[in-house]
Each structure stands twice: as C-alpha cells, then as structure tokens.
C-alpha cells in the first residue's frame, strides 16, 4: 500500500514481503532534449527490504555468486558478497495488526540516489554539481498486487547541460518499478554457444567440481504449456501465460499494424517450440479502457516510440538473474530508422527493385521494411542475439533464385544484418529481397523455449538439448557466429557463402544505381541535400563490400564445436581464396574507382573534394589489409602451414604490384593514384613505429582479437624490406619519367622513405 501525507510518500511493507527479493528497474519518463529518451532503461537492479531494529534497510542483490542454500559453502559465498545498502529508512508506524510496517520513502526517491538518478557517467558529461532537494519530489506513487511504480522529478545544478545552458539546470522525470520476483524461480536452461541466445553467468560455488565453475544460463521467456497433455501427444498448445507486446500510444497509427506483424511473424518459430499464440501484440490500451495503463509499467512490455533523429531500433529485455526468466521488455523505437531503412532499401534493391527509386516510398513499402525490422527488435528480447554467420550458409547464386528465396528468404535468420538483397541482378524476376523468420531462428526458439517435461533439472536437460543441436550439426544453416572482423562467414550486412562473388555482383549494381540518383532523389524546388546523402550512401555501401573481402586475408573459420564433435572448430582460410581476396581488392579498390566520379553528381552537391574522398576510402580498404594483427595471422599460418599458408611476403608483394605498378611499365601518376601511394607509405611508417593499443577491459570479453607486440614479431622485417623496394624502385623510375608531376612525386617519395627508415635525430 502506498499513502500520501502532504508533500511525504510512504510505503507500507508487508512483512511477508521483508526478505523478498523484487527487481528494481529505472526509466526515463521525460527529459529535455538531449538527455536521453522517454522509455530509456537506466538501471536494473535486484533489491530487497530488509529490517534491522526500527529501521528498514533497501540492499542490493547480486547472483554474480551462489551456491545451493542447504550447503556449508553458502555462509561463506553470502559472507563474501555483502550486500550494499542503498537506504536505511526509519520506521515510521505498524498497520493495526502489525503486519506490514510504514516507511517514508520521500528521501529515497527524490534525493541523489545513483540507481534512481541521473547516471555518474551522465553526470560527469554534464558536469553535475548537486541534486537541488527544494526542486525535486516525488510526482506520482501507485501500487500493484506484485509491483510499485514511482515517478520522480529530479533536478540537478550542472556546469554543462546539454539543453537550454543558460539555466545551468537538468530536470527530468524518472519513472521506477519494484516489482516481486516469482517465488519459485523458473528452472534455467543451459547456455550452448552452438546455438545463440544471450545468458547469465553465475559462478557456482556448489558444485561438487574442484574449481570455481562458473554455470551459464540462457536468458528466455517462461513459456509453459496450459494443457501438458496435448503437449505431449505433439499438439500445437496454449502457453499458460502468452508474451505480449504492447504498441506506445504515441506510434503513428499507419505504422502499428507493421509492428505488430513483426511481432506475431515469430509465432512461426513458436510453433517449433510446440505452442500456438505464443506471441501477440495489442494496440494500447484507451484511457477509458484502462486508466492506469503506462508504458513506464514493469508490468507491460511495449514497443516504445521515441519522436528522434536517431537511426535505430534496440531491443532490451529486463531478466531474473537467479534463472534467466525475461520478465519484461520494452522495445526502442526510433522516428528516423525509417531514413535508414530508406536508404539501406534504395541502394541495395533499386537496381532490381522499382519500388525502391524514389526518396519516399510508398507507405506499404516502408511498411514492410518497418516489420522486418521489428521482427529483428523482437528477436532480441526473446533472448536471441545477432548471427552473423547464417547468411553465409546460402550459395551466392541462389540469391538470385526466385524460387529459392521466395522459399528460403535471404538468409535463414533474420538476427543475421543481412538486409537487403543486392545480390540480384537486372532479369532476376520475382527475386525475394528481404529476409523473414527462417529456419535458423525456429531452429534456436525449439532449442531454447520447447518444454522437456521429463526433465527436473538444468543438467538433466542438457543431453536431449545435445541430440537436437547434433541433428543438424554437419549443416551450414543451423550455425551460430558471433560478429567477427577474423572469420569471413560471420560478418555484418554480408551476403551469401562468397564475398568476392557477391561483392562483384553489389559493386555492378552500384554502377548502375549511382547515375540514376539525380533521377530518383528529384524533388522540384528543393536542394540537393538529399542526392547528396545517396551518394554518400553508394560509396558507404562500397566500402562494406571491400571489407567483407578483407576479412578473407587473414581470416580464420570458426565453426562452434563441442568435445566428441568430428572437426576442429578453427580453419585458416585456404590460400588461393586469400590470394582471390586481395586480386579483388587491387580490381575494385586500388585500381582507381573512376565510376564513383559522376560530374553530373558532383557538380549538384559540392565545390570540390572528390580527390580527398577517394583517397580516404582507397587508404582506408589498404589499412585494413594491412592491419598488424591481420598480418600477424599471416605470420602464423606460414608457420603452421609452411608454403601451403598465404605469407606476409607474399601480401607484401601482392600489394606492392597493385599500388605501385606504374613504376616499373614506366606510366605517369596521375593524382587518386599518388595519393594511394603517400598512403601506402604512411601505413608502412605505422607499422615500422606504432604499436597497437590495448583492448579497453570493459570491451575484451566481447571481441576476438589476436596478440601481436609489432616490434618483435617479423612485421617490421617486412615493411622495412618493403620501404627499401619502393625506395628503389622509385628513385629508378623518376629520372626517366616525361610527366613532371610523376617525376616530383617520385623525388617525394624518396625522401619520405629516407625519413622513415633514417629519421633525423
């Protein structure tokens, strides 16, 4: 219960719920501009009431650290992981009969309170000085049978705030939910990082293993089948408690029925699971229908709607630590993803797709790729993250297959960013362009949501959820890969099992887009602002197929294998494809890309800076290829594999041939292809001085990187070998070039050498 005496907020705590343990979450309800959303998370913490004397403590709970209750090693992991106390609040009465006791909470929720608040890193943004008590209260209270929900106005005296500055002010208001954990704790399925789902670690003390083992958990719905024996006899069933999705209000109302189709689109993958309507989303309640309905609601997950330039979508979930139980989520939707969908669709399908020539689409259009997109949202708050390596399960000429991907779509998992299909050519009729919900996601949804009744336990799960991984372990489409600048079939915005073959196919489609856009981006009266950002888009879209190619040289396959599985999970990435990697490279990237060089285009939307956008992209492709942990995997596989491995040497040279060609046939130079060439050596100078920077900590656990210390690995042996070639060979061709530009270069180009390798001191 909650009572209100004058400008005081109390709460009345039930005894039996002291000692329960209640999840805290904190959202931003309203803000000024620049602070965040309306709907943005801030804080999600278990926490619980507890009394000491006359006092009642809030602590918070942390299952970083367990171990079964009924055994000794329990006192000690408790002992180890005390619990901090957020507040300490005085007793301020007992309800009649003493069963719950009354408690201001005005201090708590209205005072400078890190998990309530403005978070540290916020505040040292915005050069916080103090919360202002006299400007900040509690706005609203209201109690649940299983949740409370609190607003606050919170204002902060701040050096730098990043609206309205002359107040020297932030307020916002804070939208809180306590809500109950389930007494009985759903039994936890074990994480497999065969099959992608996010998790929860816990090091569980005990276990009866003679070490610390740390247990994972994979983070999913509670879904339970209301008539278990239907179930099993193989019928489709009810869920006892279905997932249910909300639309905001403040969505446009054309827009709702695409996100709610996106929604419902996974009852496909359910299905595999054996339940029917697991999924549903609902337009939002009216005030007549449920006055107290509010999206800031623990109790309801919705698809939010932020009125931003943003361009984006996410999708968070809120979990019980102590199972991996999502409880709730509420989906980020951003206004302006619909520019970027705009632009993903136009510049990867208008070559194929008339539907996409045009700078607005048509509202069935936009609303198919809003569905797409909100299927992808949802996916993620059922507990599935990105799979990177589904899309390079499908051939690249089924891609251009209309029976094969009016069947398979264009990637069998729409968590992949596989987008659109710009694979496709011109006479490819009736070609799929999107990806749907494919069979790697009903693949994962079976794996991670089906009931396996006869099993009471998480590890007695763990052979029958073994068996359905092993039944489709020799193919490519039920695969897992996390994003990955190593393995070249688990990559984003890719296409297709060859990235050489589909680049070459994306880059041709891009040579005939790009003289179309004053055509398709025309808007009578209006500036060229928006011919502009397709262009820029063109060359964006370029500059991801040279790295899904880089990512060849160097690459190393990682297919995710268990002990007992035939094959060993990592494969070096045979030579000749590297060697193909790199032809390509020198074809598309180093050769001067003069289709990018549209007067017609250029003349409309700037005054100059055509040769320094070339130069940055053409650099920009030669420093990834020659990235120093990248040719540290080159050092290492000529190690392991001896001739039959793709060298440092032989990239050296490789690349040397394709930059710096017109030396020894004798040709001028003309101004993209010195450029390339300064640039080249600046990447030389690099390698020769630089050493790479440490991993920042809070990002190592998410990213594969390769050790290398550049100044004792065969890395510098080999620029240096490299600068003396081009030293050489330079000083050979400039006395004999006509060109006096050429020549002056070629002059520069020794003395840059020089001072690399011979610096003065």
Request: aromatic share 10%.
């Given at each position: 219960?909650?009572?209100?005496?004058?400008?005081?907020?109390?709460?009345?705590?039930?005894?039996?719920?002291?000692?329960?343990?209640?999840?805290?979450?904190?959202?931003?309800?309203?803000?000024?501009?620049?602070?965040?959303?309306?709907?943005?998370?801030?804080?999600?913490?278990?926490?619980?009431?507890?009394?000491?004397?006359?006092?009642?403590?809030?602590?918070?709970?942390?299952?970083?650290?367990?171990?079964?209750?009924?055994?000794?090693?329990?006192?000690?992991?408790?002992?180890?992981?005390?619990?901090?106390?957020?507040?300490?609040?005085?007793?301020?009465?007992?309800?009649?009969?003493?069963?719950?006791?009354?408690?201001?909470?005005?201090?708590?929720?209205?005072?400078?309170?890190?998990?309530?608040?403005?978070?540290?890193?916020?505040?040292?943004?915005?050069?916080?000085?103090?919360?202002?008590?006299?400007?900040?209260?509690?706005?609203?209270?209201?109690?649940?049978?299983?949740?409370?929900?609190?607003?606050?106005?919170?204002?902060?005296?701040?050096?730098?705030?990043?609206?309205?500055?002359?107040?020297?002010?932030?307020?916002?208001?804070?939208?809180?939910?306590?809500?109950?954990?389930?007494?009985?704790?759903?039994?936890?399925?074990?994480?497999?990082?065969?099959?992608?789902?996010?998790?929860?670690?816990?090091?569980?003390?005990?276990?009866?293993?003679?070490?610390?083992?740390?247990?994972?958990?994979?983070?999913?719905?509670?879904?339970?089948?209301?008539?278990?024996?239907?179930?099993?006899?193989?019928?489709?069933?009810?869920?006892?408690?279905p997932i249910v999705y909300y639309i905001d209000p403040a969505t446009p109302m054309k827009w709702r029925p695409?996100?709610?189709?996106?929604?419902?689109?996974?009852?496909?993958?359910?299905?595999?699971?054996?339940?029917?309507?697991?999924?549903?989303?609902?337009?939002?309640?009216?005030?007549?229908?449920?006055?107290?309905?509010?999206?800031?609601?623990?109790?309801?997950?919705?698809?939010?709607?932020?009125?931003?330039?943003?361009?984006?979508?996410?999708?968070?979930?809120?979990?019980?630590?102590?199972?991996?139980?999502?409880?709730?989520?509420?989906?980020?939707?951003?206004?302006?993803?619909?520019?970027?969908?705009?632009?993903?669709?136009?510049?990867?399908?208008?070559?194929?797709?008339?539907?996409?020539?045009?700078?607005?689409?048509?509202?069935?259009?936009?609303?198919?790729?809003?569905?797409?997109?909100?299927?992808?949202?949802?996916?993620?708050?059922?507990?599935?993250?990105?799979?990177?390596?589904?899309?390079?399960?499908?051939?690249?000429?089924?891609?251009?297959?209309?029976?094969?991907?009016?069947?398979?779509?264009?990637?069998?998992?729409?968590?992949?960013?596989?987008?659109?299909?710009?694979?496709?050519?011109?006479?490819?009729?009736?070609?799929?362009?999107?990806?749907?919900?494919?069979?790697?996601?009903?693949?994962?949804?079976?794996?991670?949501?089906?009931?396996?009744?006869?099993?009471?336990?998480?590890?007695?799960?763990?052979?029958?959820?073994?068996?359905?991984?092993?039944?489709?372990?020799?193919?490519?489409?039920?695969?897992?890969?996390?994003?990955?600048?190593?393995?070249?079939?688990?990559?984003?915005?890719?296409?297709?099992?060859?990235?050489?073959?589909?680049?070459?196919?994306?880059?041709?489609?891009?040579?005939?887009?790009?003289?179309?856009?004053?055509?398709?981006?025309?808007?009578?009266?209006?500036?060229?602002?928006?011919?502009?950002?397709?262009?820029?888009?063109?060359?964006?879209?370029?500059?991801?197929?040279?790295?899904?190619?880089?990512?060849?040289?160097?690459?190393?396959?990682?297919?995710?294998?268990?002990?007992?599985?035939?094959?060993?999970?990592?494969?070096?990435?045979?030579?000749?494809?590297?060697?193909?990697?790199?032809?390509?490279?020198?074809?598309?990237?180093?050769?001067?890309?003069?289709?990018?060089?549209?007067?017609?285009?250029?003349?409309?939307?700037?005054?100059?800076?055509?040769?320094?956008?070339?130069?940055?992209?053409?650099?920009?492709?030669?420093?990834?290829?020659?990235?120093?942990?990248?040719?540290?995997?080159?050092?290492?596989?000529?190690?392991?594999?001896?001739?039959?491995?793709?060298?440092?040497?032989?990239?050296?040279?490789?690349?040397?041939?394709?930059?710096?060609?017109?030396?020894?046939?004798?040709?001028?130079?003309?101004?993209?292809?010195?450029?390339?060439?300064?640039?080249?050596?600046?990447?030389?100078?690099?390698?020769?001085?630089?050493?790479l920077p440490p991993i920042p900590a809070e990002f190592a656990r998410f990213v594969t990187v390769t050790g290398?210390?550049?100044?004792?690995?065969?890395?510098?042996?080999?620029?240096?070998?490299?600068?003396?070639?081009?030293?050489?060979?330079?000083?050979?061709?400039?006395?004999?070039?006509?060109?006096?530009?050429?020549?002056?270069?070629?002059?520069?180009?020794?003395?840059?050498?020089?001072?690399?390798?011979?610096?003065?001191?």
């Amino acid at each position: 219960m909650i009572y209100t005496q004058g400008d005081s907020t109390l709460f009345s705590i039930p005894n039996t719920v002291l000692g329960r343990e209640m999840l805290l979450v904190s959202r931003i309800a309203r803000t000024a501009t620049n602070i965040g959303y309306g709907g943005e998370q801030t804080n999600e913490s278990v926490v619980r009431w507890e009394r000491q004397g006359d006092r009642i403590l809030l602590r918070t709970v942390s299952y970083l650290n367990v171990a079964d209750s009924t055994l000794p090693i329990s006192k000690a992991v408790r002992a180890a992981n005390f619990e901090p106390i957020i507040a300490s609040l005085p007793i301020a009465a007992y309800n009649g009969d003493t069963t719950a006791v009354i408690v201001d909470v005005t201090k708590l929720y209205a005072s400078d309170v890190t998990l309530l608040g403005l978070e540290r890193g916020r505040k040292e943004q915005y050069q916080v000085r103090r919360l202002d008590d006299s400007r900040s209260f509690i706005s609203s209270a209201r109690s649940y049978p299983t949740n409370i929900e609190v607003r606050s106005v919170l204002t902060y005296d701040a050096g730098r705030p990043p609206s309205n500055q002359e107040t020297g002010t932030i307020t916002l208001e804070m939208a809180h939910s306590m809500v109950l954990l389930p007494a009985v704790p759903m039994q936890a399925r074990l994480y497999d990082e065969r099959v992608g789902f996010f998790r929860l670690d816990q090091v569980d003390y005990g276990r009866d293993v003679q070490r610390a083992e740390t247990r994972r958990y994979i983070t999913r719905w509670r879904l339970e089948p209301k008539d278990t024996a239907a179930f099993l006899r193989g019928e489709l069933v009810e869920p006892v408690k279905p997932i249910v999705y909300y639309i905001d209000p403040a969505t446009p109302m054309k827009w709702r029925p695409f996100l709610k189709q996106g929604v419902e689109d996974w009852n496909r993958a359910f299905a595999e699971a054996g339940f029917k309507n697991a999924i549903i989303a609902k337009d939002p309640p009216t005030a007549e229908e449920d006055p107290e309905f509010s999206p800031e609601d623990a109790r309801y997950s919705v698809i939010r709607y932020f009125p931003s330039d943003i361009e984006n979508a996410y999708g968070p979930s809120v979990v019980d630590p102590r199972s991996g139980e999502i409880l709730e989520s509420d989906i980020g939707w951003y206004h302006n993803v619909m520019n970027l969908l705009r632009n993903w669709y136009l510049i990867q399908t208008a070559a194929v797709n008339p539907a996409a020539r045009g700078v607005q689409f048509a509202d069935s259009i936009m609303g198919q790729l809003i569905r797409f997109v909100s299927a992808h949202e949802v996916g993620h708050t059922l507990g599935l993250p990105h799979n990177m390596k589904a899309s390079s399960s499908y051939p690249t000429d089924s891609l251009r297959s209309a029976s094969f991907t009016r069947a398979m779509g264009t990637a069998p998992s729409i968590m992949d960013y596989a987008r659109f299909n710009y694979v496709a050519q011109p006479g490819d009729t009736g070609v799929a362009l999107m990806p749907g919900i494919g069979l790697y996601d009903k693949y994962a949804i079976r794996w991670g949501y089906r009931p396996i009744p006869a099993a009471t336990s998480p590890d007695a799960e763990e052979p029958t959820l073994d068996q359905w991984i092993l039944a489709h372990a020799d193919d490519r489409i039920y695969r897992f890969g996390d994003p990955s600048s190593i393995d070249p079939t688990s990559q984003t915005e890719d296409l297709s099992d060859d990235g050489i073959k589909a680049g070459t196919y994306g880059i041709a489609n891009l040579k005939r887009i790009l003289p179309q856009l004053p055509t398709w981006s025309f808007e009578a009266g209006q500036p060229y602002s928006q011919l502009q950002e397709l262009y820029l888009q063109v060359l964006t879209q370029w500059g991801r197929y040279m790295g899904h190619v880089t990512t060849i040289v160097g690459g190393v396959e990682w297919t995710r294998r268990a002990q007992g599985q035939p094959g060993a999970p990592y494969s070096i990435v045979p030579k000749a494809r590297q060697q193909a990697a790199v032809q390509f490279l020198a074809a598309e990237a180093f050769a001067t890309p003069t289709w990018m060089i549209n007067r017609d285009i250029l003349s409309r939307i700037e005054h100059a800076g055509t040769v320094e956008r070339i130069r940055a992209r053409q650099v920009g492709v030669l420093n990834n290829l020659l990235e120093p942990r990248r040719l540290q995997r080159l050092v290492e596989s000529q190690a392991t594999l001896g001739a039959d491995g793709y060298s440092i040497g032989e990239l050296f040279g490789d690349v040397h041939r394709a930059v710096w060609g017109e030396l020894k046939a004798g040709k001028a130079i003309d101004p993209y292809r010195r450029n390339l060439q300064r640039g080249h050596l600046e990447r030389l100078k690099y390698l020769m001085k630089e050493e790479l920077p440490p991993i920042p900590a809070e990002f190592a656990r998410f990213v594969t990187v390769t050790g290398v210390t550049v100044a004792q690995s065969d890395i510098r042996a080999f620029a240096r070998g490299e600068l003396e070639d081009i030293k050489r060979e330079a000083a050979a061709a400039a006395p004999t070039s006509t060109d006096r530009a050429t020549r002056l270069h070629l002059r520069d180009v020794v003395a840059r050498v020089d001072a690399i390798l011979d610096p003065e001191e």
